[in-house]
C-alpha cells in the first residue's frame, strides 16, 4: 500500500520560500509520475506542478506558478519536493502531493488531472502572509 507523507508547511511573509517534502513508501517511487496539488479555502484543489517518472525529465506546471515554483524528486529519498519562492497571499492553501500508480504511459508522461492520480498525502497547510 502507497503511502504519501507531505512535511514543510507553515506560515511564511510574502516574497519568502518554503520547501514542501513528500515522502513515499510502500511502492516503486521511481517508477510513477508524481504531482503537487493545492486547495484554498472555499475553492476546488488544482494542479500546481508534476514531474515524469524516472529522473524526472519533465515537468509541468500551473501558469500562475511557472516561474516561482520548482518540482523535483530524488528517487534515491523517495521523495517529492515543491520548492516554493516569492510566496504570494494567494497560495495560501493546503498543499497535497500525489503519485500515478496505475496504468499504462509514456516514460515522459506527466499527469494534469486530479483523477490522473490514484495516491494522495494528507496535506500540509501553507499559509502566506502579505
Known amino acids: 500500500q502507497v503511502q504519501l507523507v507531505e512535511s514543510g508547511g507553515g506560515l511564511a511573509q510574502a516574497g519568502s520560500s518554503l520547501r514542501l517534502s513528500c515522502a513515499a513508501s510502500?511502492?516503486?517511487?521511481?517508477?510513477?509520475?508524481m504531482g503537487w496539488f493545492r486547495q484554498a479555502p472555499r475553492k476546488e484543489r488544482e494542479f500546481v506542478a508534476g514531474i515524469s517518472r524516472g529522473s524526472g525529465a519533465n515537468t509541468n506546471s500551473a501558469d500562475d506558478v511557472k516561474d516561482r515554483f520548482t518540482i523535483s524528486r530524488d528517487n534515491g529519498k523517495n521523495t517529492v519536493y515543491l520548492e516554493m519562492n516569492s510566496l504570494k497571499p494567494e497560495d495560501t492553501a493546503v498543499y497535497y502531493c500525489?503519485?500515478?500508480?496505475?496504468?499504462?504511459?509514456?516514460?515522459?508522461?506527466?499527469?494534469?488531472?486530479?483523477?490522473?492520480?490514484?495516491?494522495w498525502g494528507q496535506g500540509t497547510q501553507v499559509t502566506v502572509s502579505s
Open positions: 510502500g511502492g516503486t517511487f521511481s517508477g510513477y509520475p
Open positions: 500525489a503519485e500515478k500508480n496505475a496504468g499504462s504511459y509514456l516514460y515522459s508522461y506527466v499527469p494534469l488531472g486530479e483523477k490522473d492520480y490514484d495516491y
